[in-house]
Nanobody, 121 residues
Framework: QVQLVESGGGLAQTGGSLRLSCAAS????????MGWYRQAPGKQRELVAT???????NYADSVKGRFTISRDNAKNTVYLQMNSLKPEDTSVYYC???????????????WGQGTQVTVFS
């Protein structure tokens, strides 16, 4: 069993900052890419940022220059530092990880339970 547990969501004022964390645990052989997605009410889930094991990152245009994704491979944890927050960043944020789980080492995409981020003006 593999679990992704997110933390760090909450309320922030426009221009403020929040930091999300997501820790993967369980029968993990290896973790490939990790990332963050978000879904606002009535909208489709969208990519926010991804990071691969070597550290290369990819961002949605809407968050470039404001959000930073990072990971601690020793802790199987991915972070999302969100600065200069805007009301349109209000969403449920989901952690995602591409994991080879034990014992089969089959590659599978896992999701966290989601954490609410609300930005008010």
């Amino acid at each position: 069993q593999v679990q992704l547990v997110e933390s760090g969501g909450g309320l922030a004022q426009t221009g403020g900052s929040l930091r999300l964390s997501c820790a993967a645990s369980g029968s993990i052989f290896s973790i490939n890419a990790m990332g963050w997605y978000r879904q606002a009410p009535g909208k489709q889930r969208e990519l926010v940022a991804t990071i691969i094991g070597g550290g290369s990152t990819n961002y949605a245009d809407s968050v470039k220059g404001r959000f930073t994704i990072s990971r601690d491979n020793a802790k199987n944890t991915v972070y999302l530092q969100m600065n200069s927050l805007k009301p349109e960043d209000t969403s449920v944020y989901y952690c995602n990880a591409d994991i080879n789980a034990m014992p089969s080492r089959i590659r599978y995409m896992y999701w966290g339970q989601g954490t609410q981020v609300t930005v008010f003006s």
